[in-house]
């Protein structure tokens, strides 16, 4: 029973285009939200992250919109390039009450030429 | 800084054999997490360190892992005996004691038992 749900395994994407990641988490007291990014034979590297008072966070190219609601977030990278091909993994802690981040099992991004 | 540092980098050995992962974290952290990464089940916790304790270990898969920390700079997760479910990529990962920073990984070690 994953508490953090990735549903695409994969997703490919036109370079120009926007690339939306799409994450699911079912524990509703998760407050702080990260997502990483994994390159072949490297750890994982964070990205951005949200906490749950905010629906919004914006780092250049990188979006995460958070919709509580729903129990559901996604990250946008706009516009996609090349060295965005990786692995994206979606997080969940319960910040200020638990060291552990719950990580989903991954989408493999595909940048397309 | 080096990051953190995990050795060996690849390791293949027949089943049966002891397996011990090695871990330097980053200088001046106070936690130390170990994670397991296979395709059927992601990117999953197996036990994490604060100031050399083990605080949970509940993702170790059974009693053939084991953890260790015996001080700031170092720890092994060992796994005996091993068996061909246990090929995986194995990382180490560290952060300072506040909650909301980020936790920083290794490369990890790519374990195939055969």
């Known amino acids: 029973d994953q508490q953090v749900k990735q549903n695409s395994p994969s997703l490919s994407v036109q370079e120009g285009r926007i690339s939306i990641l799409n994450c699911d988490y079912t524990n509703s007291m998760f407050d702080y939200f990260l997502w990483y990014k994994k390159y072949p034979a490297e750890g994982p590297t964070f990205l951005i992250s949200?906490?749950?008072?905010?629906d919004k966070n914006e780092d250049g190219r990188f979006t995460v919109f958070l919709n509580k609601s729903a129990k559901h977030l996604s990250l946008h990278i706009v516009p996609s390039q090349p060295g965005d091909s990786a692995v994206y993994f979606c997080a969940a802690s319960l910040m200020n009450r638990d060291d552990k981040i719950i990580f989903g099992k991954g989408t493999r991004l595909h940048i397309l030429p | 800084d080096a990051g953190v540092i995990q050795s060996p980098r690849h390791e293949v050995t027949e089943m049966g054999q002891e397996v011990t992962l090695r871990c330097k974290p980053i200088s001046g952290h106070d936690y130390l997490f170990w994670y397991r990464q296979t395709m059927m089940r992601g990117l999953e916790l197996l036990i994490y360190?604060?100031?050399?304790?083990?605080?949970?270990d509940s993702g170790m898969p059974e009693d053939r892992f084991s953890a260790k920390m015996p001080n700031a700079s170092f720890s092994t997760l060992k796994i005996q005996p091993s068996e061909p479910r246990d090929s995986a990529v194995y990382f180490c990962?560290?952060?300072?004691?506040?909650?909301?920073?980020?936790?920083?990984f290794g490369p990890g070690t790519r374990l195939l038992v055969l």
């Open positions: 990962a560290s952060k300072v004691a506040i909650t909301s920073e980020t936790q920083y």
């Open positions: 360190f604060n100031n050399n304790v083990p605080i949970d």
């Open positions: 949200i906490s749950s008072i905010k």
